[in-house]
T-cell receptor, first 115, second 115 residues
Framework: GAVVSQHPSRVICKSGTSVKIECRSLDFQATTMFWYRQFPKKSLMLMATSNEGSKATYEQGVEKDKFLINHASLTLSTLTVTSAHPEDSSFYIC???????????FGPGTRLLVL | AQTVTQSQPEMSVQEAETVTLSCTYDTSESDYYLFWYKQPPSRQMILVIRQEAYKQQNATENRFSVNFQKAAKSFSLKISDSQLGDAAMYFCAYYSGGSNYKLTFGKGTLLTVNP
């Protein structure tokens, strides 16, 4: 149980376009979802925390207008990278939680490449 | 602010032997949770083990065990009988409270298992 999926797993886009990444909790209701960014051989950097039905809380230095997060239901959160640029190329990981800190389950990640 | 320090960027171990990964943290809280996550080459984050700070007994999960020293703020991971599948990046993480269940990650230790 407690499976989190991400779609797509890999995306290549042109500079200036927008890209949407979906995060779904498949067998549980996620009251909180997290979006991370990870550079090669680096740790996870938390971008934002979202609770279902409310606005996401962004970490310092993360542009909320560039990284739009929507947590429309208890099983789905989306991250939209607007007007993507090559520097946005990275590995994006979501996680979902339903019952406390020991229940944060991670998705398999999405590799974004902006040309 | 809480910080998590993993002082070993890379470690290696021979198959079947034991290795210990170090983690220290800084906090003024008395109640918190500590975690070790594994990220294999697939980049899927996997929870290895967790420890509640109020528990004096060290957590154990099969070949994985921790040495939790609360006064020293140390939380090391011991992997016994290392297997090739243990090769991965290992992240130590901390959570101290709040409704958002936000984790603070260390920078990670890359573990290589030699056959």
């Amino acid at each position: 149980g407690a499976v989190v999926s991400q779609h797509p797993s890999r995306v290549i886009c042109k500079s200036g376009t927008s890209v949407k990444i979906e995060c779904r909790s498949l067998d549980f209701q996620a009251t909180t979802m997290f979006w991370y960014r990870q550079f090669p051989k680096k740790s996870l950097m938390l971008m934002a925390t979202s609770n279902e039905g409310s606005k996401a809380t962004y970490e310092q230095g993360v542009e909320k207008d560039k990284f739009l997060i929507n947590h429309a239901s208890l099983t789905l959160s989306t991250l939209t990278v607007t007007s993507a640029h090559p520097e946005d190329s990275s590995f994006y990981i979501c996680s979902a939680s339903f019952s406390g800190p020991f229940a944060q389950y991670f998705g398999p990640g999405t590799r974004l490449l902006v040309l | 602010a809480q910080t998590v320090t993993q002082s070993q960027p890379e470690m290696s171990v021979q198959e079947a032997e034991t290795v210990t990964l170090s983690c220290t943290y800084d906090t003024s809280e008395s109640d918190y949770y500590l975690f070790w996550y594994k990220q294999p080459p697939s980049r899927q984050m996997i929870l290895v083990i967790r420890q509640e700070a109020y528990k004096q007994q060290n957590a154990t999960e099969n070949r994985f065990s921790v040495n939790f020293q609360k006064a020293a703020k140390s939380f090391s991971l011991k992997i016994s009988d290392s297997q090739l599948g243990d090769a991965a990046m290992y992240f130590c993480a901390y959570y101290s409270g709040g409704s958002n269940y936000k984790l603070t990650f260390g920078k990670g230790t890359l573990l290589t298992v030699n056959p």
